[in-house]
């Protein structure tokens, strides 16, 4: 879906940017960091948005030395693959050499074979010689068998010359074909990575022209996330997450989003070799639409919550499990949601919209009970969803499916957490996937306000 690559590119350029998460070492420090709304950029300097942006004319630029990289790759992969195709045949040069001293080498051994005949016929000549022979006839017979000596001599030596020759020739026709070979492999290696780098440029340009002509922020999208507040490691914990649609139209495309991972001890050095992954806290989700534990992924990063009705509520249940060996220490849960218009009319027309709600909570991490206690076994399929009262409301909606009766605050976090590092959000947010990579844009963007 076309939103889901201009959001996370959008956010990926930014977060991965050192000044976005190198600025959070201070957040690291044992004092409590300033209020977010008071960390705003010089009014002569532009914010980590504006850092490193190239414009329209840089990208077409881009395409266009790829363009021609790949180009002259395909060119060369052409020129290969003929030359190998070439060695293959009978009338390549090489091909017609090796033939040649081939023959040369057959007739070669041939006449030594005749010599060798007509030498060993003139020595039987000799011993056929009578006893009464004449000088003469020994004379004669003797200088038969000397001619047929120096023919045969002179026949192995021509061989020899033959033979090596036509090795020669065989042995640089295979070199031809197996260095021909190589060629190609290293050819067809060139152009993929080519083409691959003209496909990156292609869709780095595309992305731009979409955002700066097609997405915009729409606050349609409500989020909010609940669950304890202290998680124990090695132990399933089960958060809510409900996103409402408060337009007064239906949303369509809509998808759901979420991500945990744990957060840095103080004193942790953060910098552009940090492996964020390492902190990543598996999350799987359910709702009454899908009852089984489902694990979010890189690859499966989204909740498919479809069209959401004007006013209408969808409850995901998430569990997150850290890691057994984890230590003690403090956590966050993403949440975010966005939706594509795809319907007819002025309002739906096709284009990308990213809600501005977003959420995150934080919690602590409680290490694993070292004792010989057995903990409890994460069940296939999800329990009884609790029921959730919506503020101010007498009306429930239970946990894992959509709701009309929109949340009044009951589940939600409002605000971001003064807690949670932004430079570290945006810097892990690179390891947490496309979710997660928008909530750090959101996080970044309000800190700027």
């Known amino acids: 879906m076309k939103i889901r690559r201009i959001l996370a590119t959008a956010v990926a350029a930014a977060v991965t940017t050192p000044v976005v998460f190198l600025s959070a070492a201070p957040a690291f420090a044992d004092t409590k960091p300033s209020p977010t709304s008071t960390q705003k950029p010089a009014s002569d300097e532009d914010g980590p948005d504006d850092e490193d942006m190239p414009s329209i004319e840089e990208l077409k630029a881009a395409v266009a030395e790829a363009q021609k990289a790949y180009d002259e790759a395909a060119a060369e992969l052409a020129k290969a693959k003929a030359d190998v195709e070439a060695l293959t045949k009978d009338d390549h040069p090489l091909a017609v050499a090796a033939a040649a001293a081939k023959k040369t080498a057959d007739e070669a051994a041939a006449a030594k074979t005749a010599a060798d005949e007509a030498l060993a016929k003139a020595e039987q000549a000799v011993k056929d010689l009578p006893a009464d022979a004449t000088e003469e006839q020994k004379a004669t017979a003797a200088a038969a068998v000397t001619a047929a000596k ?19 020739a065989s042995t640089a026709l295979d070199d031809a074909r197996v260095q ?37 922020d729409d606050p349609s999208l409500e989020v909010a996330v609940s669950g304890p507040k202290k998680v124990t490691a090695g132990e399933p914990a089960v958060f809510s997450m409900r996103v409402t649609n408060t337009s007064d139209h239906t949303l369509n495309l809509v998808n759901a989003f979420a991500n945990a991972t744990r957060l840095p001890e103080p004193g942790d050095v953060i910098d552009d070799e940090t492996d964020f992954s390492k902190l990543l806290i598996p999350v799987e989700w359910s709702s009454a639409d899908v009852l089984e534990w489902t694990p979010i992924t890189k690859k499966f990063d989204s909740i498919e919550v479809g069209d959401l009705a004007e006013g209408a509520s969808y409850d995901v249940k998430l569990r ?30 096709g284009s990308c919209s990213g809600g501005v709600d977003f959420k995150d909570l934080n919690f602590d991490i409680l290490a694993a009970d070292k ?28 946990q894992g499916g959509r709701s009309n009766t929109p949340v009044n605050g009951t589940l939600a976090a409002t605000g971001a957490n003064e807690t949670l590092p932004l430079g570290y959000a945006a810097a892990g947010a690179v390891a947490l996937g496309a979710g997660a990579l928008v909530v750090a844009r959101r996080r970044k963007a309000g800190a700027q306000a």
């Open 320 to 349: 997150l499990t850290v890691d057994a060996k984890a230590t003690a220490g403090k956590g966050a849960l993403f949440g975010y949601a966005e939706y594509e218009d795809e319907g007819e009319g002025e309002d739906n027309d």
């Open 180 to 216: 021909a070979f190589r060629v190609l492999e290293l050819a067809k290696k060139v152009e993929k990575a080519a083409k691959k780098d003209l496909d990156a440029a292609k869709e780095e340009l595309a992305f731009y022209e979409d955002m700066g002509e097609e997405c915009t």
């Open 150 to 168: 120096t023919a045969a001599d002179e026949a192995a030596a021509a061989k020899t010359t033959a033979d090596t020759k036509a090795k020669e």
């Open 371 to 398: 004792g010989d206690k057995p903990k409890p076994k994460p069940t296939d399929t999800p329990t009884p969803a609790p029921t959730v009262t919506t503020g101010g409301n007498t009306n429930t909606t239970q």
